[in-house]
């Protein structure tokens, strides 16, 4: 557990707030998020890597709430984006537009005009269909788009095969084979400026070694543009910088990071950029869900809990692990599934598990949960999505509210022939 998380009188808190009183305060399921290990992983990633001044943009698909995007902000972060939604948000919690960052396989037209309009850092651009599109967009408002290809080095991660996205036969990115033809079509399209070079290896990555591997792989082609295109300065390395999600995880360490990528990057001489998001709001967030009933079969024991899949989807969509551990500390313990009410048997929050024993009424802490947790969460079931807080030192706030079965059904219409034969 980090250290924004510990027990206090053998009550879990987050920093200097109860879980257990917040979860009476402001109901389950409930997601919890400290702002203190927000702002300790942006300080401990930008003092490894200070001798290159990065820009880190914050990947806010991990965790978009405002009040999230705008603690990053302050602390000097910009926000890469791979949606108009998510520029939208950036751009409402006060993230300058020089400052983001836009990726994504299937920009649209609206999407690539309005990031145009807001004048972004720049896009990270994915096909070459892509180059032409901003191009005649950038043109027919009379702007320029700042653009990097996102290059995909062909390096495993060893990550799920749901979450590598460098590798040959991933959607993602040129190949570095068609890079370099890439950027000729760029340099000879009108309305574009090549800012640089983009890359992302996909997530969560334990070890640095495949960040060093893809640079060394994409370090020619920098060198090259760099001296052949005066425009061209920036490389935005990605993200997907792993944590602990066990216990007994070693998390990745930014100073072995830093040691890993900076030899090639200071020789490169670039602007250097990096997107993560996991390694800010994963371990700064937990769900809290208490305990409806204790069930057994022949087989198991099954922990039911008013948290579901469409609350935290990443048990079942990744076989991800999660450490759940009792709000109210207890010595005793059962062996079991946590699952959820929702009408699916891969609703499950954890599979045959050592567990803390908490009777029906009793509360627990799914971990690790403040990356992809919230962000991922559907109205499945006609559930509302949970609420949200952040706490900070000794205050805690709401900082979105739980939805309502009216805020499920707002948007729907009955046409008045439904009932007609
Ligand atoms: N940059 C790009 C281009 C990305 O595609 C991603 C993540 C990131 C940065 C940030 O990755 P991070 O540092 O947060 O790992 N839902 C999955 C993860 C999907 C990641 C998608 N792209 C999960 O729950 O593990």
């Not at 807001?118 to 651009?125: C, K, R």
């Not at 900076?262 to 250097?272: I, K, N, R, S, Y």
């Not at 908490?358 to 949960?369: C, E, K, Y």
Request: glycine letters at 8%; aromatic letters at 8%; a negative charge.
């Amino acid at each position: 557990m980090v250290p924004e998380f510990s027990y206090r009188n053998g009550v879990l808190h987050a920093e200097g707030v109860s879980v257990e009183a917040l979860a009476e305060q402001y109901g389950t399921p409930l997601y919890v998020y400290s702002r203190a290990h927000l702002i300790a992983q942006y300080r401990a990633l930008h003092t490894a890597l200070e001798r290159i001044n990065p820009q880190i943009y914050f990947a806010i698909k991990s965790n978009s709430n405002l009040a999230v995007i705008q603690t990053m902000a302050a602390q000097g972060a910009g926000a890469d984006v791979v949606s108009g939604g998510e520029l939208f948000r950036a751009r409402k919690a006060g993230v300058a537009a020089d400052k983001i960052v836009f990726a994504g396989v299937g920009k649209t037209e609206a999407e690539i005009d309005y990031a145009l309009r807001e004048g972004i850092h720049f896009f990270t651009v994915e096909s070459e269909g892509e180059l032409d599109r901003i191009s005649s967009r950038a043109q027919a408002l009379g702007c320029t788009g700042r653009i990097a290809i996102r290059v995909n080095p062909d390096v495993d991660p060893h990550t799920h095969k749901y979450t590598s996205t460098g590798k040959a036969e991933n959607k993602f990115g040129v190949d570095l084979a068609r890079a370099e033809k890439a950027y000729e079509q760029a340099l000879h399209l009108p309305g574009l400026e090549v800012a640089g070079l983009h890359m992302h290896l996909g997530s969560p990555i334990m070890s640095p070694t495949p960040y060093a591997e893809a640079l060394e792989k994409v370090q020619p082609l920098c060198a090259q543009l760099k001296r052949e295109v005066s425009t061209f300065q920036y490389l935005d390395i990605g993200g997907g910088l792993g944590i602990a999600y066990r216990p007994d995880e070693a998390p990745l360490d930014p100073r072995d990071f830093a040691a890993a990528v900076l030899p090639t990057l200071h020789a490169l001489d670039l602007h250097v950029g990096l997107e993560p998001g996991r390694f800010f709001t994963g371990n700064a967030g937990l769900l809290v869900t208490r305990v409806e009933y204790i069930k057994e079969n022949p087989f198991k024991q099954f922990v039911i809990v008013d948290a579901a899949m469409n609350d935290l989807l990443r048990p079942p969509l990744y076989e991800a692990y999660h450490e759940i551990v009792a709000v109210v500390e207890t010595p005793d313990r059962l062996q079991g599934d946590v699952v959820g009410p929702v009408c699916e048997s891969g609703d499950f929050l954890a599979a045959n598990r050592e567990l803390p024993a908490v009777s029906p009424g009793g509360l627990l802490a799914v971990m690790s949960a403040g990356a992809y947790g919230f962000v991922m969460a559907s109205n499945y079931n006609t559930r509302g999505r949970a609420a949200e807080i952040m706490v900070n030192g000794e205050r805690a706030e709401l900082v979105r509210a739980r939805e309502t079965w009216d805020d499920c059904v707002r948007g729907e219409r009955i046409p008045d022939w439904t009932v007609t034969h």
